[in-house]
């Protein structure tokens, strides 16, 4: 059975950092791109950031860059976003992903809210 468990969200001040995990079983890991998505209320889902499965290449989304990295830990099955100088138009529901061309998994997510 497939899972991706999310964790580590919760409510920090502008300004802070958060580190999410993404737990994931029930698929081969390492070969899977991953992703971090986020959600705010009343908008679209959004990518935030990817990394391959070897972990040798990343891409972040321009309201990422410079703030956020993205890892990977293929031996534990582990995906993270660090997130540091947050602001409050960082709050979402934060969603991992998993992703292989027509094989797509997705997290049921973790809630960051910035605020003060």
């Known amino acids: 059975q497939v899972q991706l468990v999310e964790s580590g969200g919760g409510l920090v001040q502008p300004g802070g950092s958060l580190r999410l995990s993404c737990a994931a079983s029930?698929?081969?890991?390492?070969?899977?791109?991953m992703s971090w998505y986020r959600q705010a209320p009343g908008k679209e889902r959004e990518l935030v950031a990817t990394?391959?499965?070897?972990?040798?290449?990343?891409d972040y989304a321009d309201s990422a860059k410079g703030r956020f990295t993205i890892s990977r830990d293929n031996a534990k099955a582990m995906v993270y976003l660090q997130m540091n100088s947050l602001k409050s138009e960082d709050t979402a529901v934060y969603y991992c992903?998993?992703?292989?061309?027509?094989?797509?998994?997705w997290g049921k997510g973790t809630l960051v809210t910035v605020s003060s």
């Open positions: 992903n998993a992703d292989r061309g027509p094989l797509r998994y």
């Open positions: 029930g698929f081969t890991f390492r070969i899977y791109v």
């Open positions: 990394i391959t499965g070897a972990g040798g290449n990343t």
